[in-house]
């Protein structure tokens, strides 16, 4: 059994209360509206948008078991507002891990105050081969840089006030010429696009991005020049966790609907749930949730002990995702004719969570990086 300590079932039961009051009642709204901006500084207020950060920084101090409680328990709620918390930690632990002190205590505090941040990798052309991206910043005599290009699919952008941006600083030493760069959204030459017609997580923003000459200063690269591949993916290393956490917070919340639906809805002179037929989908969801949450409680542990969890990151990805997508889906089909009306959130549910096998990684992308795990072995 897996104990949380006193301070994280504390964590964990406030922020449940601030789902149910705050994050629930806006899902169904931000479906059809996009992000609620109202969010931002009652999620600061919760102490939330940098819970795991250190204190000296501003943050809450907690590990990751902590951030993962967070994104879990939003998840329940709200699995768009769960994925923003999502890519503005995965851009923002970025300049944590691998920032100057100077670059830390600029950056840092301005998480725990509201402002956001984005990660960009993804170019329309460059998703899942991470390393083909096109974006260059060439360096200029005096140290500063010159950004042009362009990203695709970036999860907060429009929303955001810093972009963590990959671009190629050789273009011809491969995965070795990628650096990584703190773009503010007040950039000159940083055009946002509008915002995508998605078919789920339609909560949270996600736009293109173009760069046309921004000027960088030395002091906006992160980590030296040429590690900005390695900085990505061990950053995405810790969002896969994060998407295990919005997987399992996602299937809870669908299940807890047609549960209540079940007991409601009667045929054939009983209430659904006593047929077997729906009764066993709930076994099949429950074991599914816990598989799940163990995963991400194993995974969190050997992040924050200091071993390499990029395979059991993307297990943790590939099962929950696809356990994500056969729960909602269950959920709908208890529904029966309800389930696909949008009245009755789960077809949202389902939505949401077919980006969960797309999004940081692909479950193709993941079975590559677990096969070749488990054969070199
Ligand atoms: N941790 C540390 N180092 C790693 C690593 C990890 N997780 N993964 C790879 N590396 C290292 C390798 O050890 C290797 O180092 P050496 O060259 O010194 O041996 C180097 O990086 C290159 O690795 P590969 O040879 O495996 O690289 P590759 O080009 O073949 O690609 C890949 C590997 C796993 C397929 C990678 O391209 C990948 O993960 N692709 C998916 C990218 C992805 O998840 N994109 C989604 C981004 S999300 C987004 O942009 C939207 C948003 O808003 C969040």
């Given at each position: ?8 079932l504390?964590i964990?039961?406030?922020?449940r ?7 629930e ?9 996009g992000?609620?901006w109202d ?13 795991h ?6 943050g809450?101090?907690?590990?990751t078991?902590?951030?993962?409680i967070?994104?879990?328990e939003?998840a329940?709620?709200s ?14 632990d970025?300049i ?10 600029k950056y ?28 260059v910043a ?8 010159i ?19 990959m ?19 007040e950039a000159e030459g940083?055009?946002?696009?509008k ?20 000027k960088?200063?030395?002091d ?6 040429g ?11 810790g969002?896969r966790?994060s998407i295990?956490?919005?997987?399992s ?10 549960i209540?639906?079940a007991?409601?809805r ?5 209430p659904?749930y006593k ?5 066993f989908?709930?076994a ?10 163990l ?8 992040k924050?002990?200091?071993v ?9 990805k590939?099962?929950?995702s ?10 709908i089909?208890i529904?029966g ?8 959130d789960?077809?949202?549910f ?14 193709e ?13």
């Amino acid at each position: 059994m897996y104990k949380f300590t006193e301070e994280q079932l504390m964590i964990r039961d406030m922020v449940r209360e601030f789902t149910a009051n705050e994050i629930e009642p806006r899902d169904r709204a931000m479906d059809e509206n996009g992000f609620d901006w109202d969010l931002i500084p009652k999620l600061v207020d919760a102490g939330l948008m940098a819970i795991h950060m250190p204190e000296e920084y501003g943050g809450g101090g907690g590990d990751t078991i902590t951030s993962e409680i967070v994104i879990n328990e939003i998840a329940k709620g709200s699995a768009s507002i769960a994925l923003f918390l999502d890519a503005h930690w995965l851009a923002a632990d970025m300049i944590l891990l691998h920032g100057t002190e100077e670059q830390k205590k600029k950056y840092v505090p301005l998480c725990a105050e509201g402002k956001v941040f984005a990660f960009g990798l993804t170019e329309s052309n460059a998703g899942s081969d991470a390393a083909a991206i096109k974006s260059v910043a060439e360096k200029q005599p005096d140290g500063s840089y010159i950004l042009n290009g362009g990203k695709a699919w970036i999860t907060n952008s429009g929303i955001a006030d810093y972009y963590l941006i990959m671009a190629k600083t050789d273009p011809t030493a491969g995965n070795k010429g990628i650096s990584v760069f703190i773009v503010p959204k007040e950039a000159e030459g940083l055009t946002v696009g509008k915002f995508e017609k998605k078919m789920g997580m339609r909560g949270s923003g996600t736009c293109e991005l173009s760069f046309d000459n921004i000027k960088l200063p030395a002091d906006a690269l992160v980590g030296p020049e040429g590690r900005g591949f390695m900085i990505a993916m061990q950053a995405l290393d810790g969002a896969r966790i994060s998407i295990g956490a919005i997987a399992s917070g996602l299937m809870q919340h669908a299940m807890d609907k047609a549960i209540k639906y079940a007991k409601e809805r009667v045929t054939f002179g009983k209430p659904i749930y006593k047929h077997q037929a729906v009764g066993f989908k709930f076994a099949d969801m429950a074991a599914k949730i816990r598989a799940t949450d163990l995963m991400i409680w194993d995974t969190c542990a050997m992040k924050d002990s200091g071993v390499r969890f990029s395979t059991e990151a993307a297990e943790l990805k590939l099962l929950a995702s696809r356990w994500a997508c056969e729960v909602c889906d269950d959920c709908i089909q208890i529904h029966g004719g309800n389930g696909y009306s949008r009245e009755f959130d789960v077809e949202r549910f389902y939505r949401d969570a077919k980006l969960l096998e797309i999004g940081e990684g692909t479950s193709e992308i993941l079975r590559m990086v677990i096969s070749g795990a488990v054969i070199g072995r």
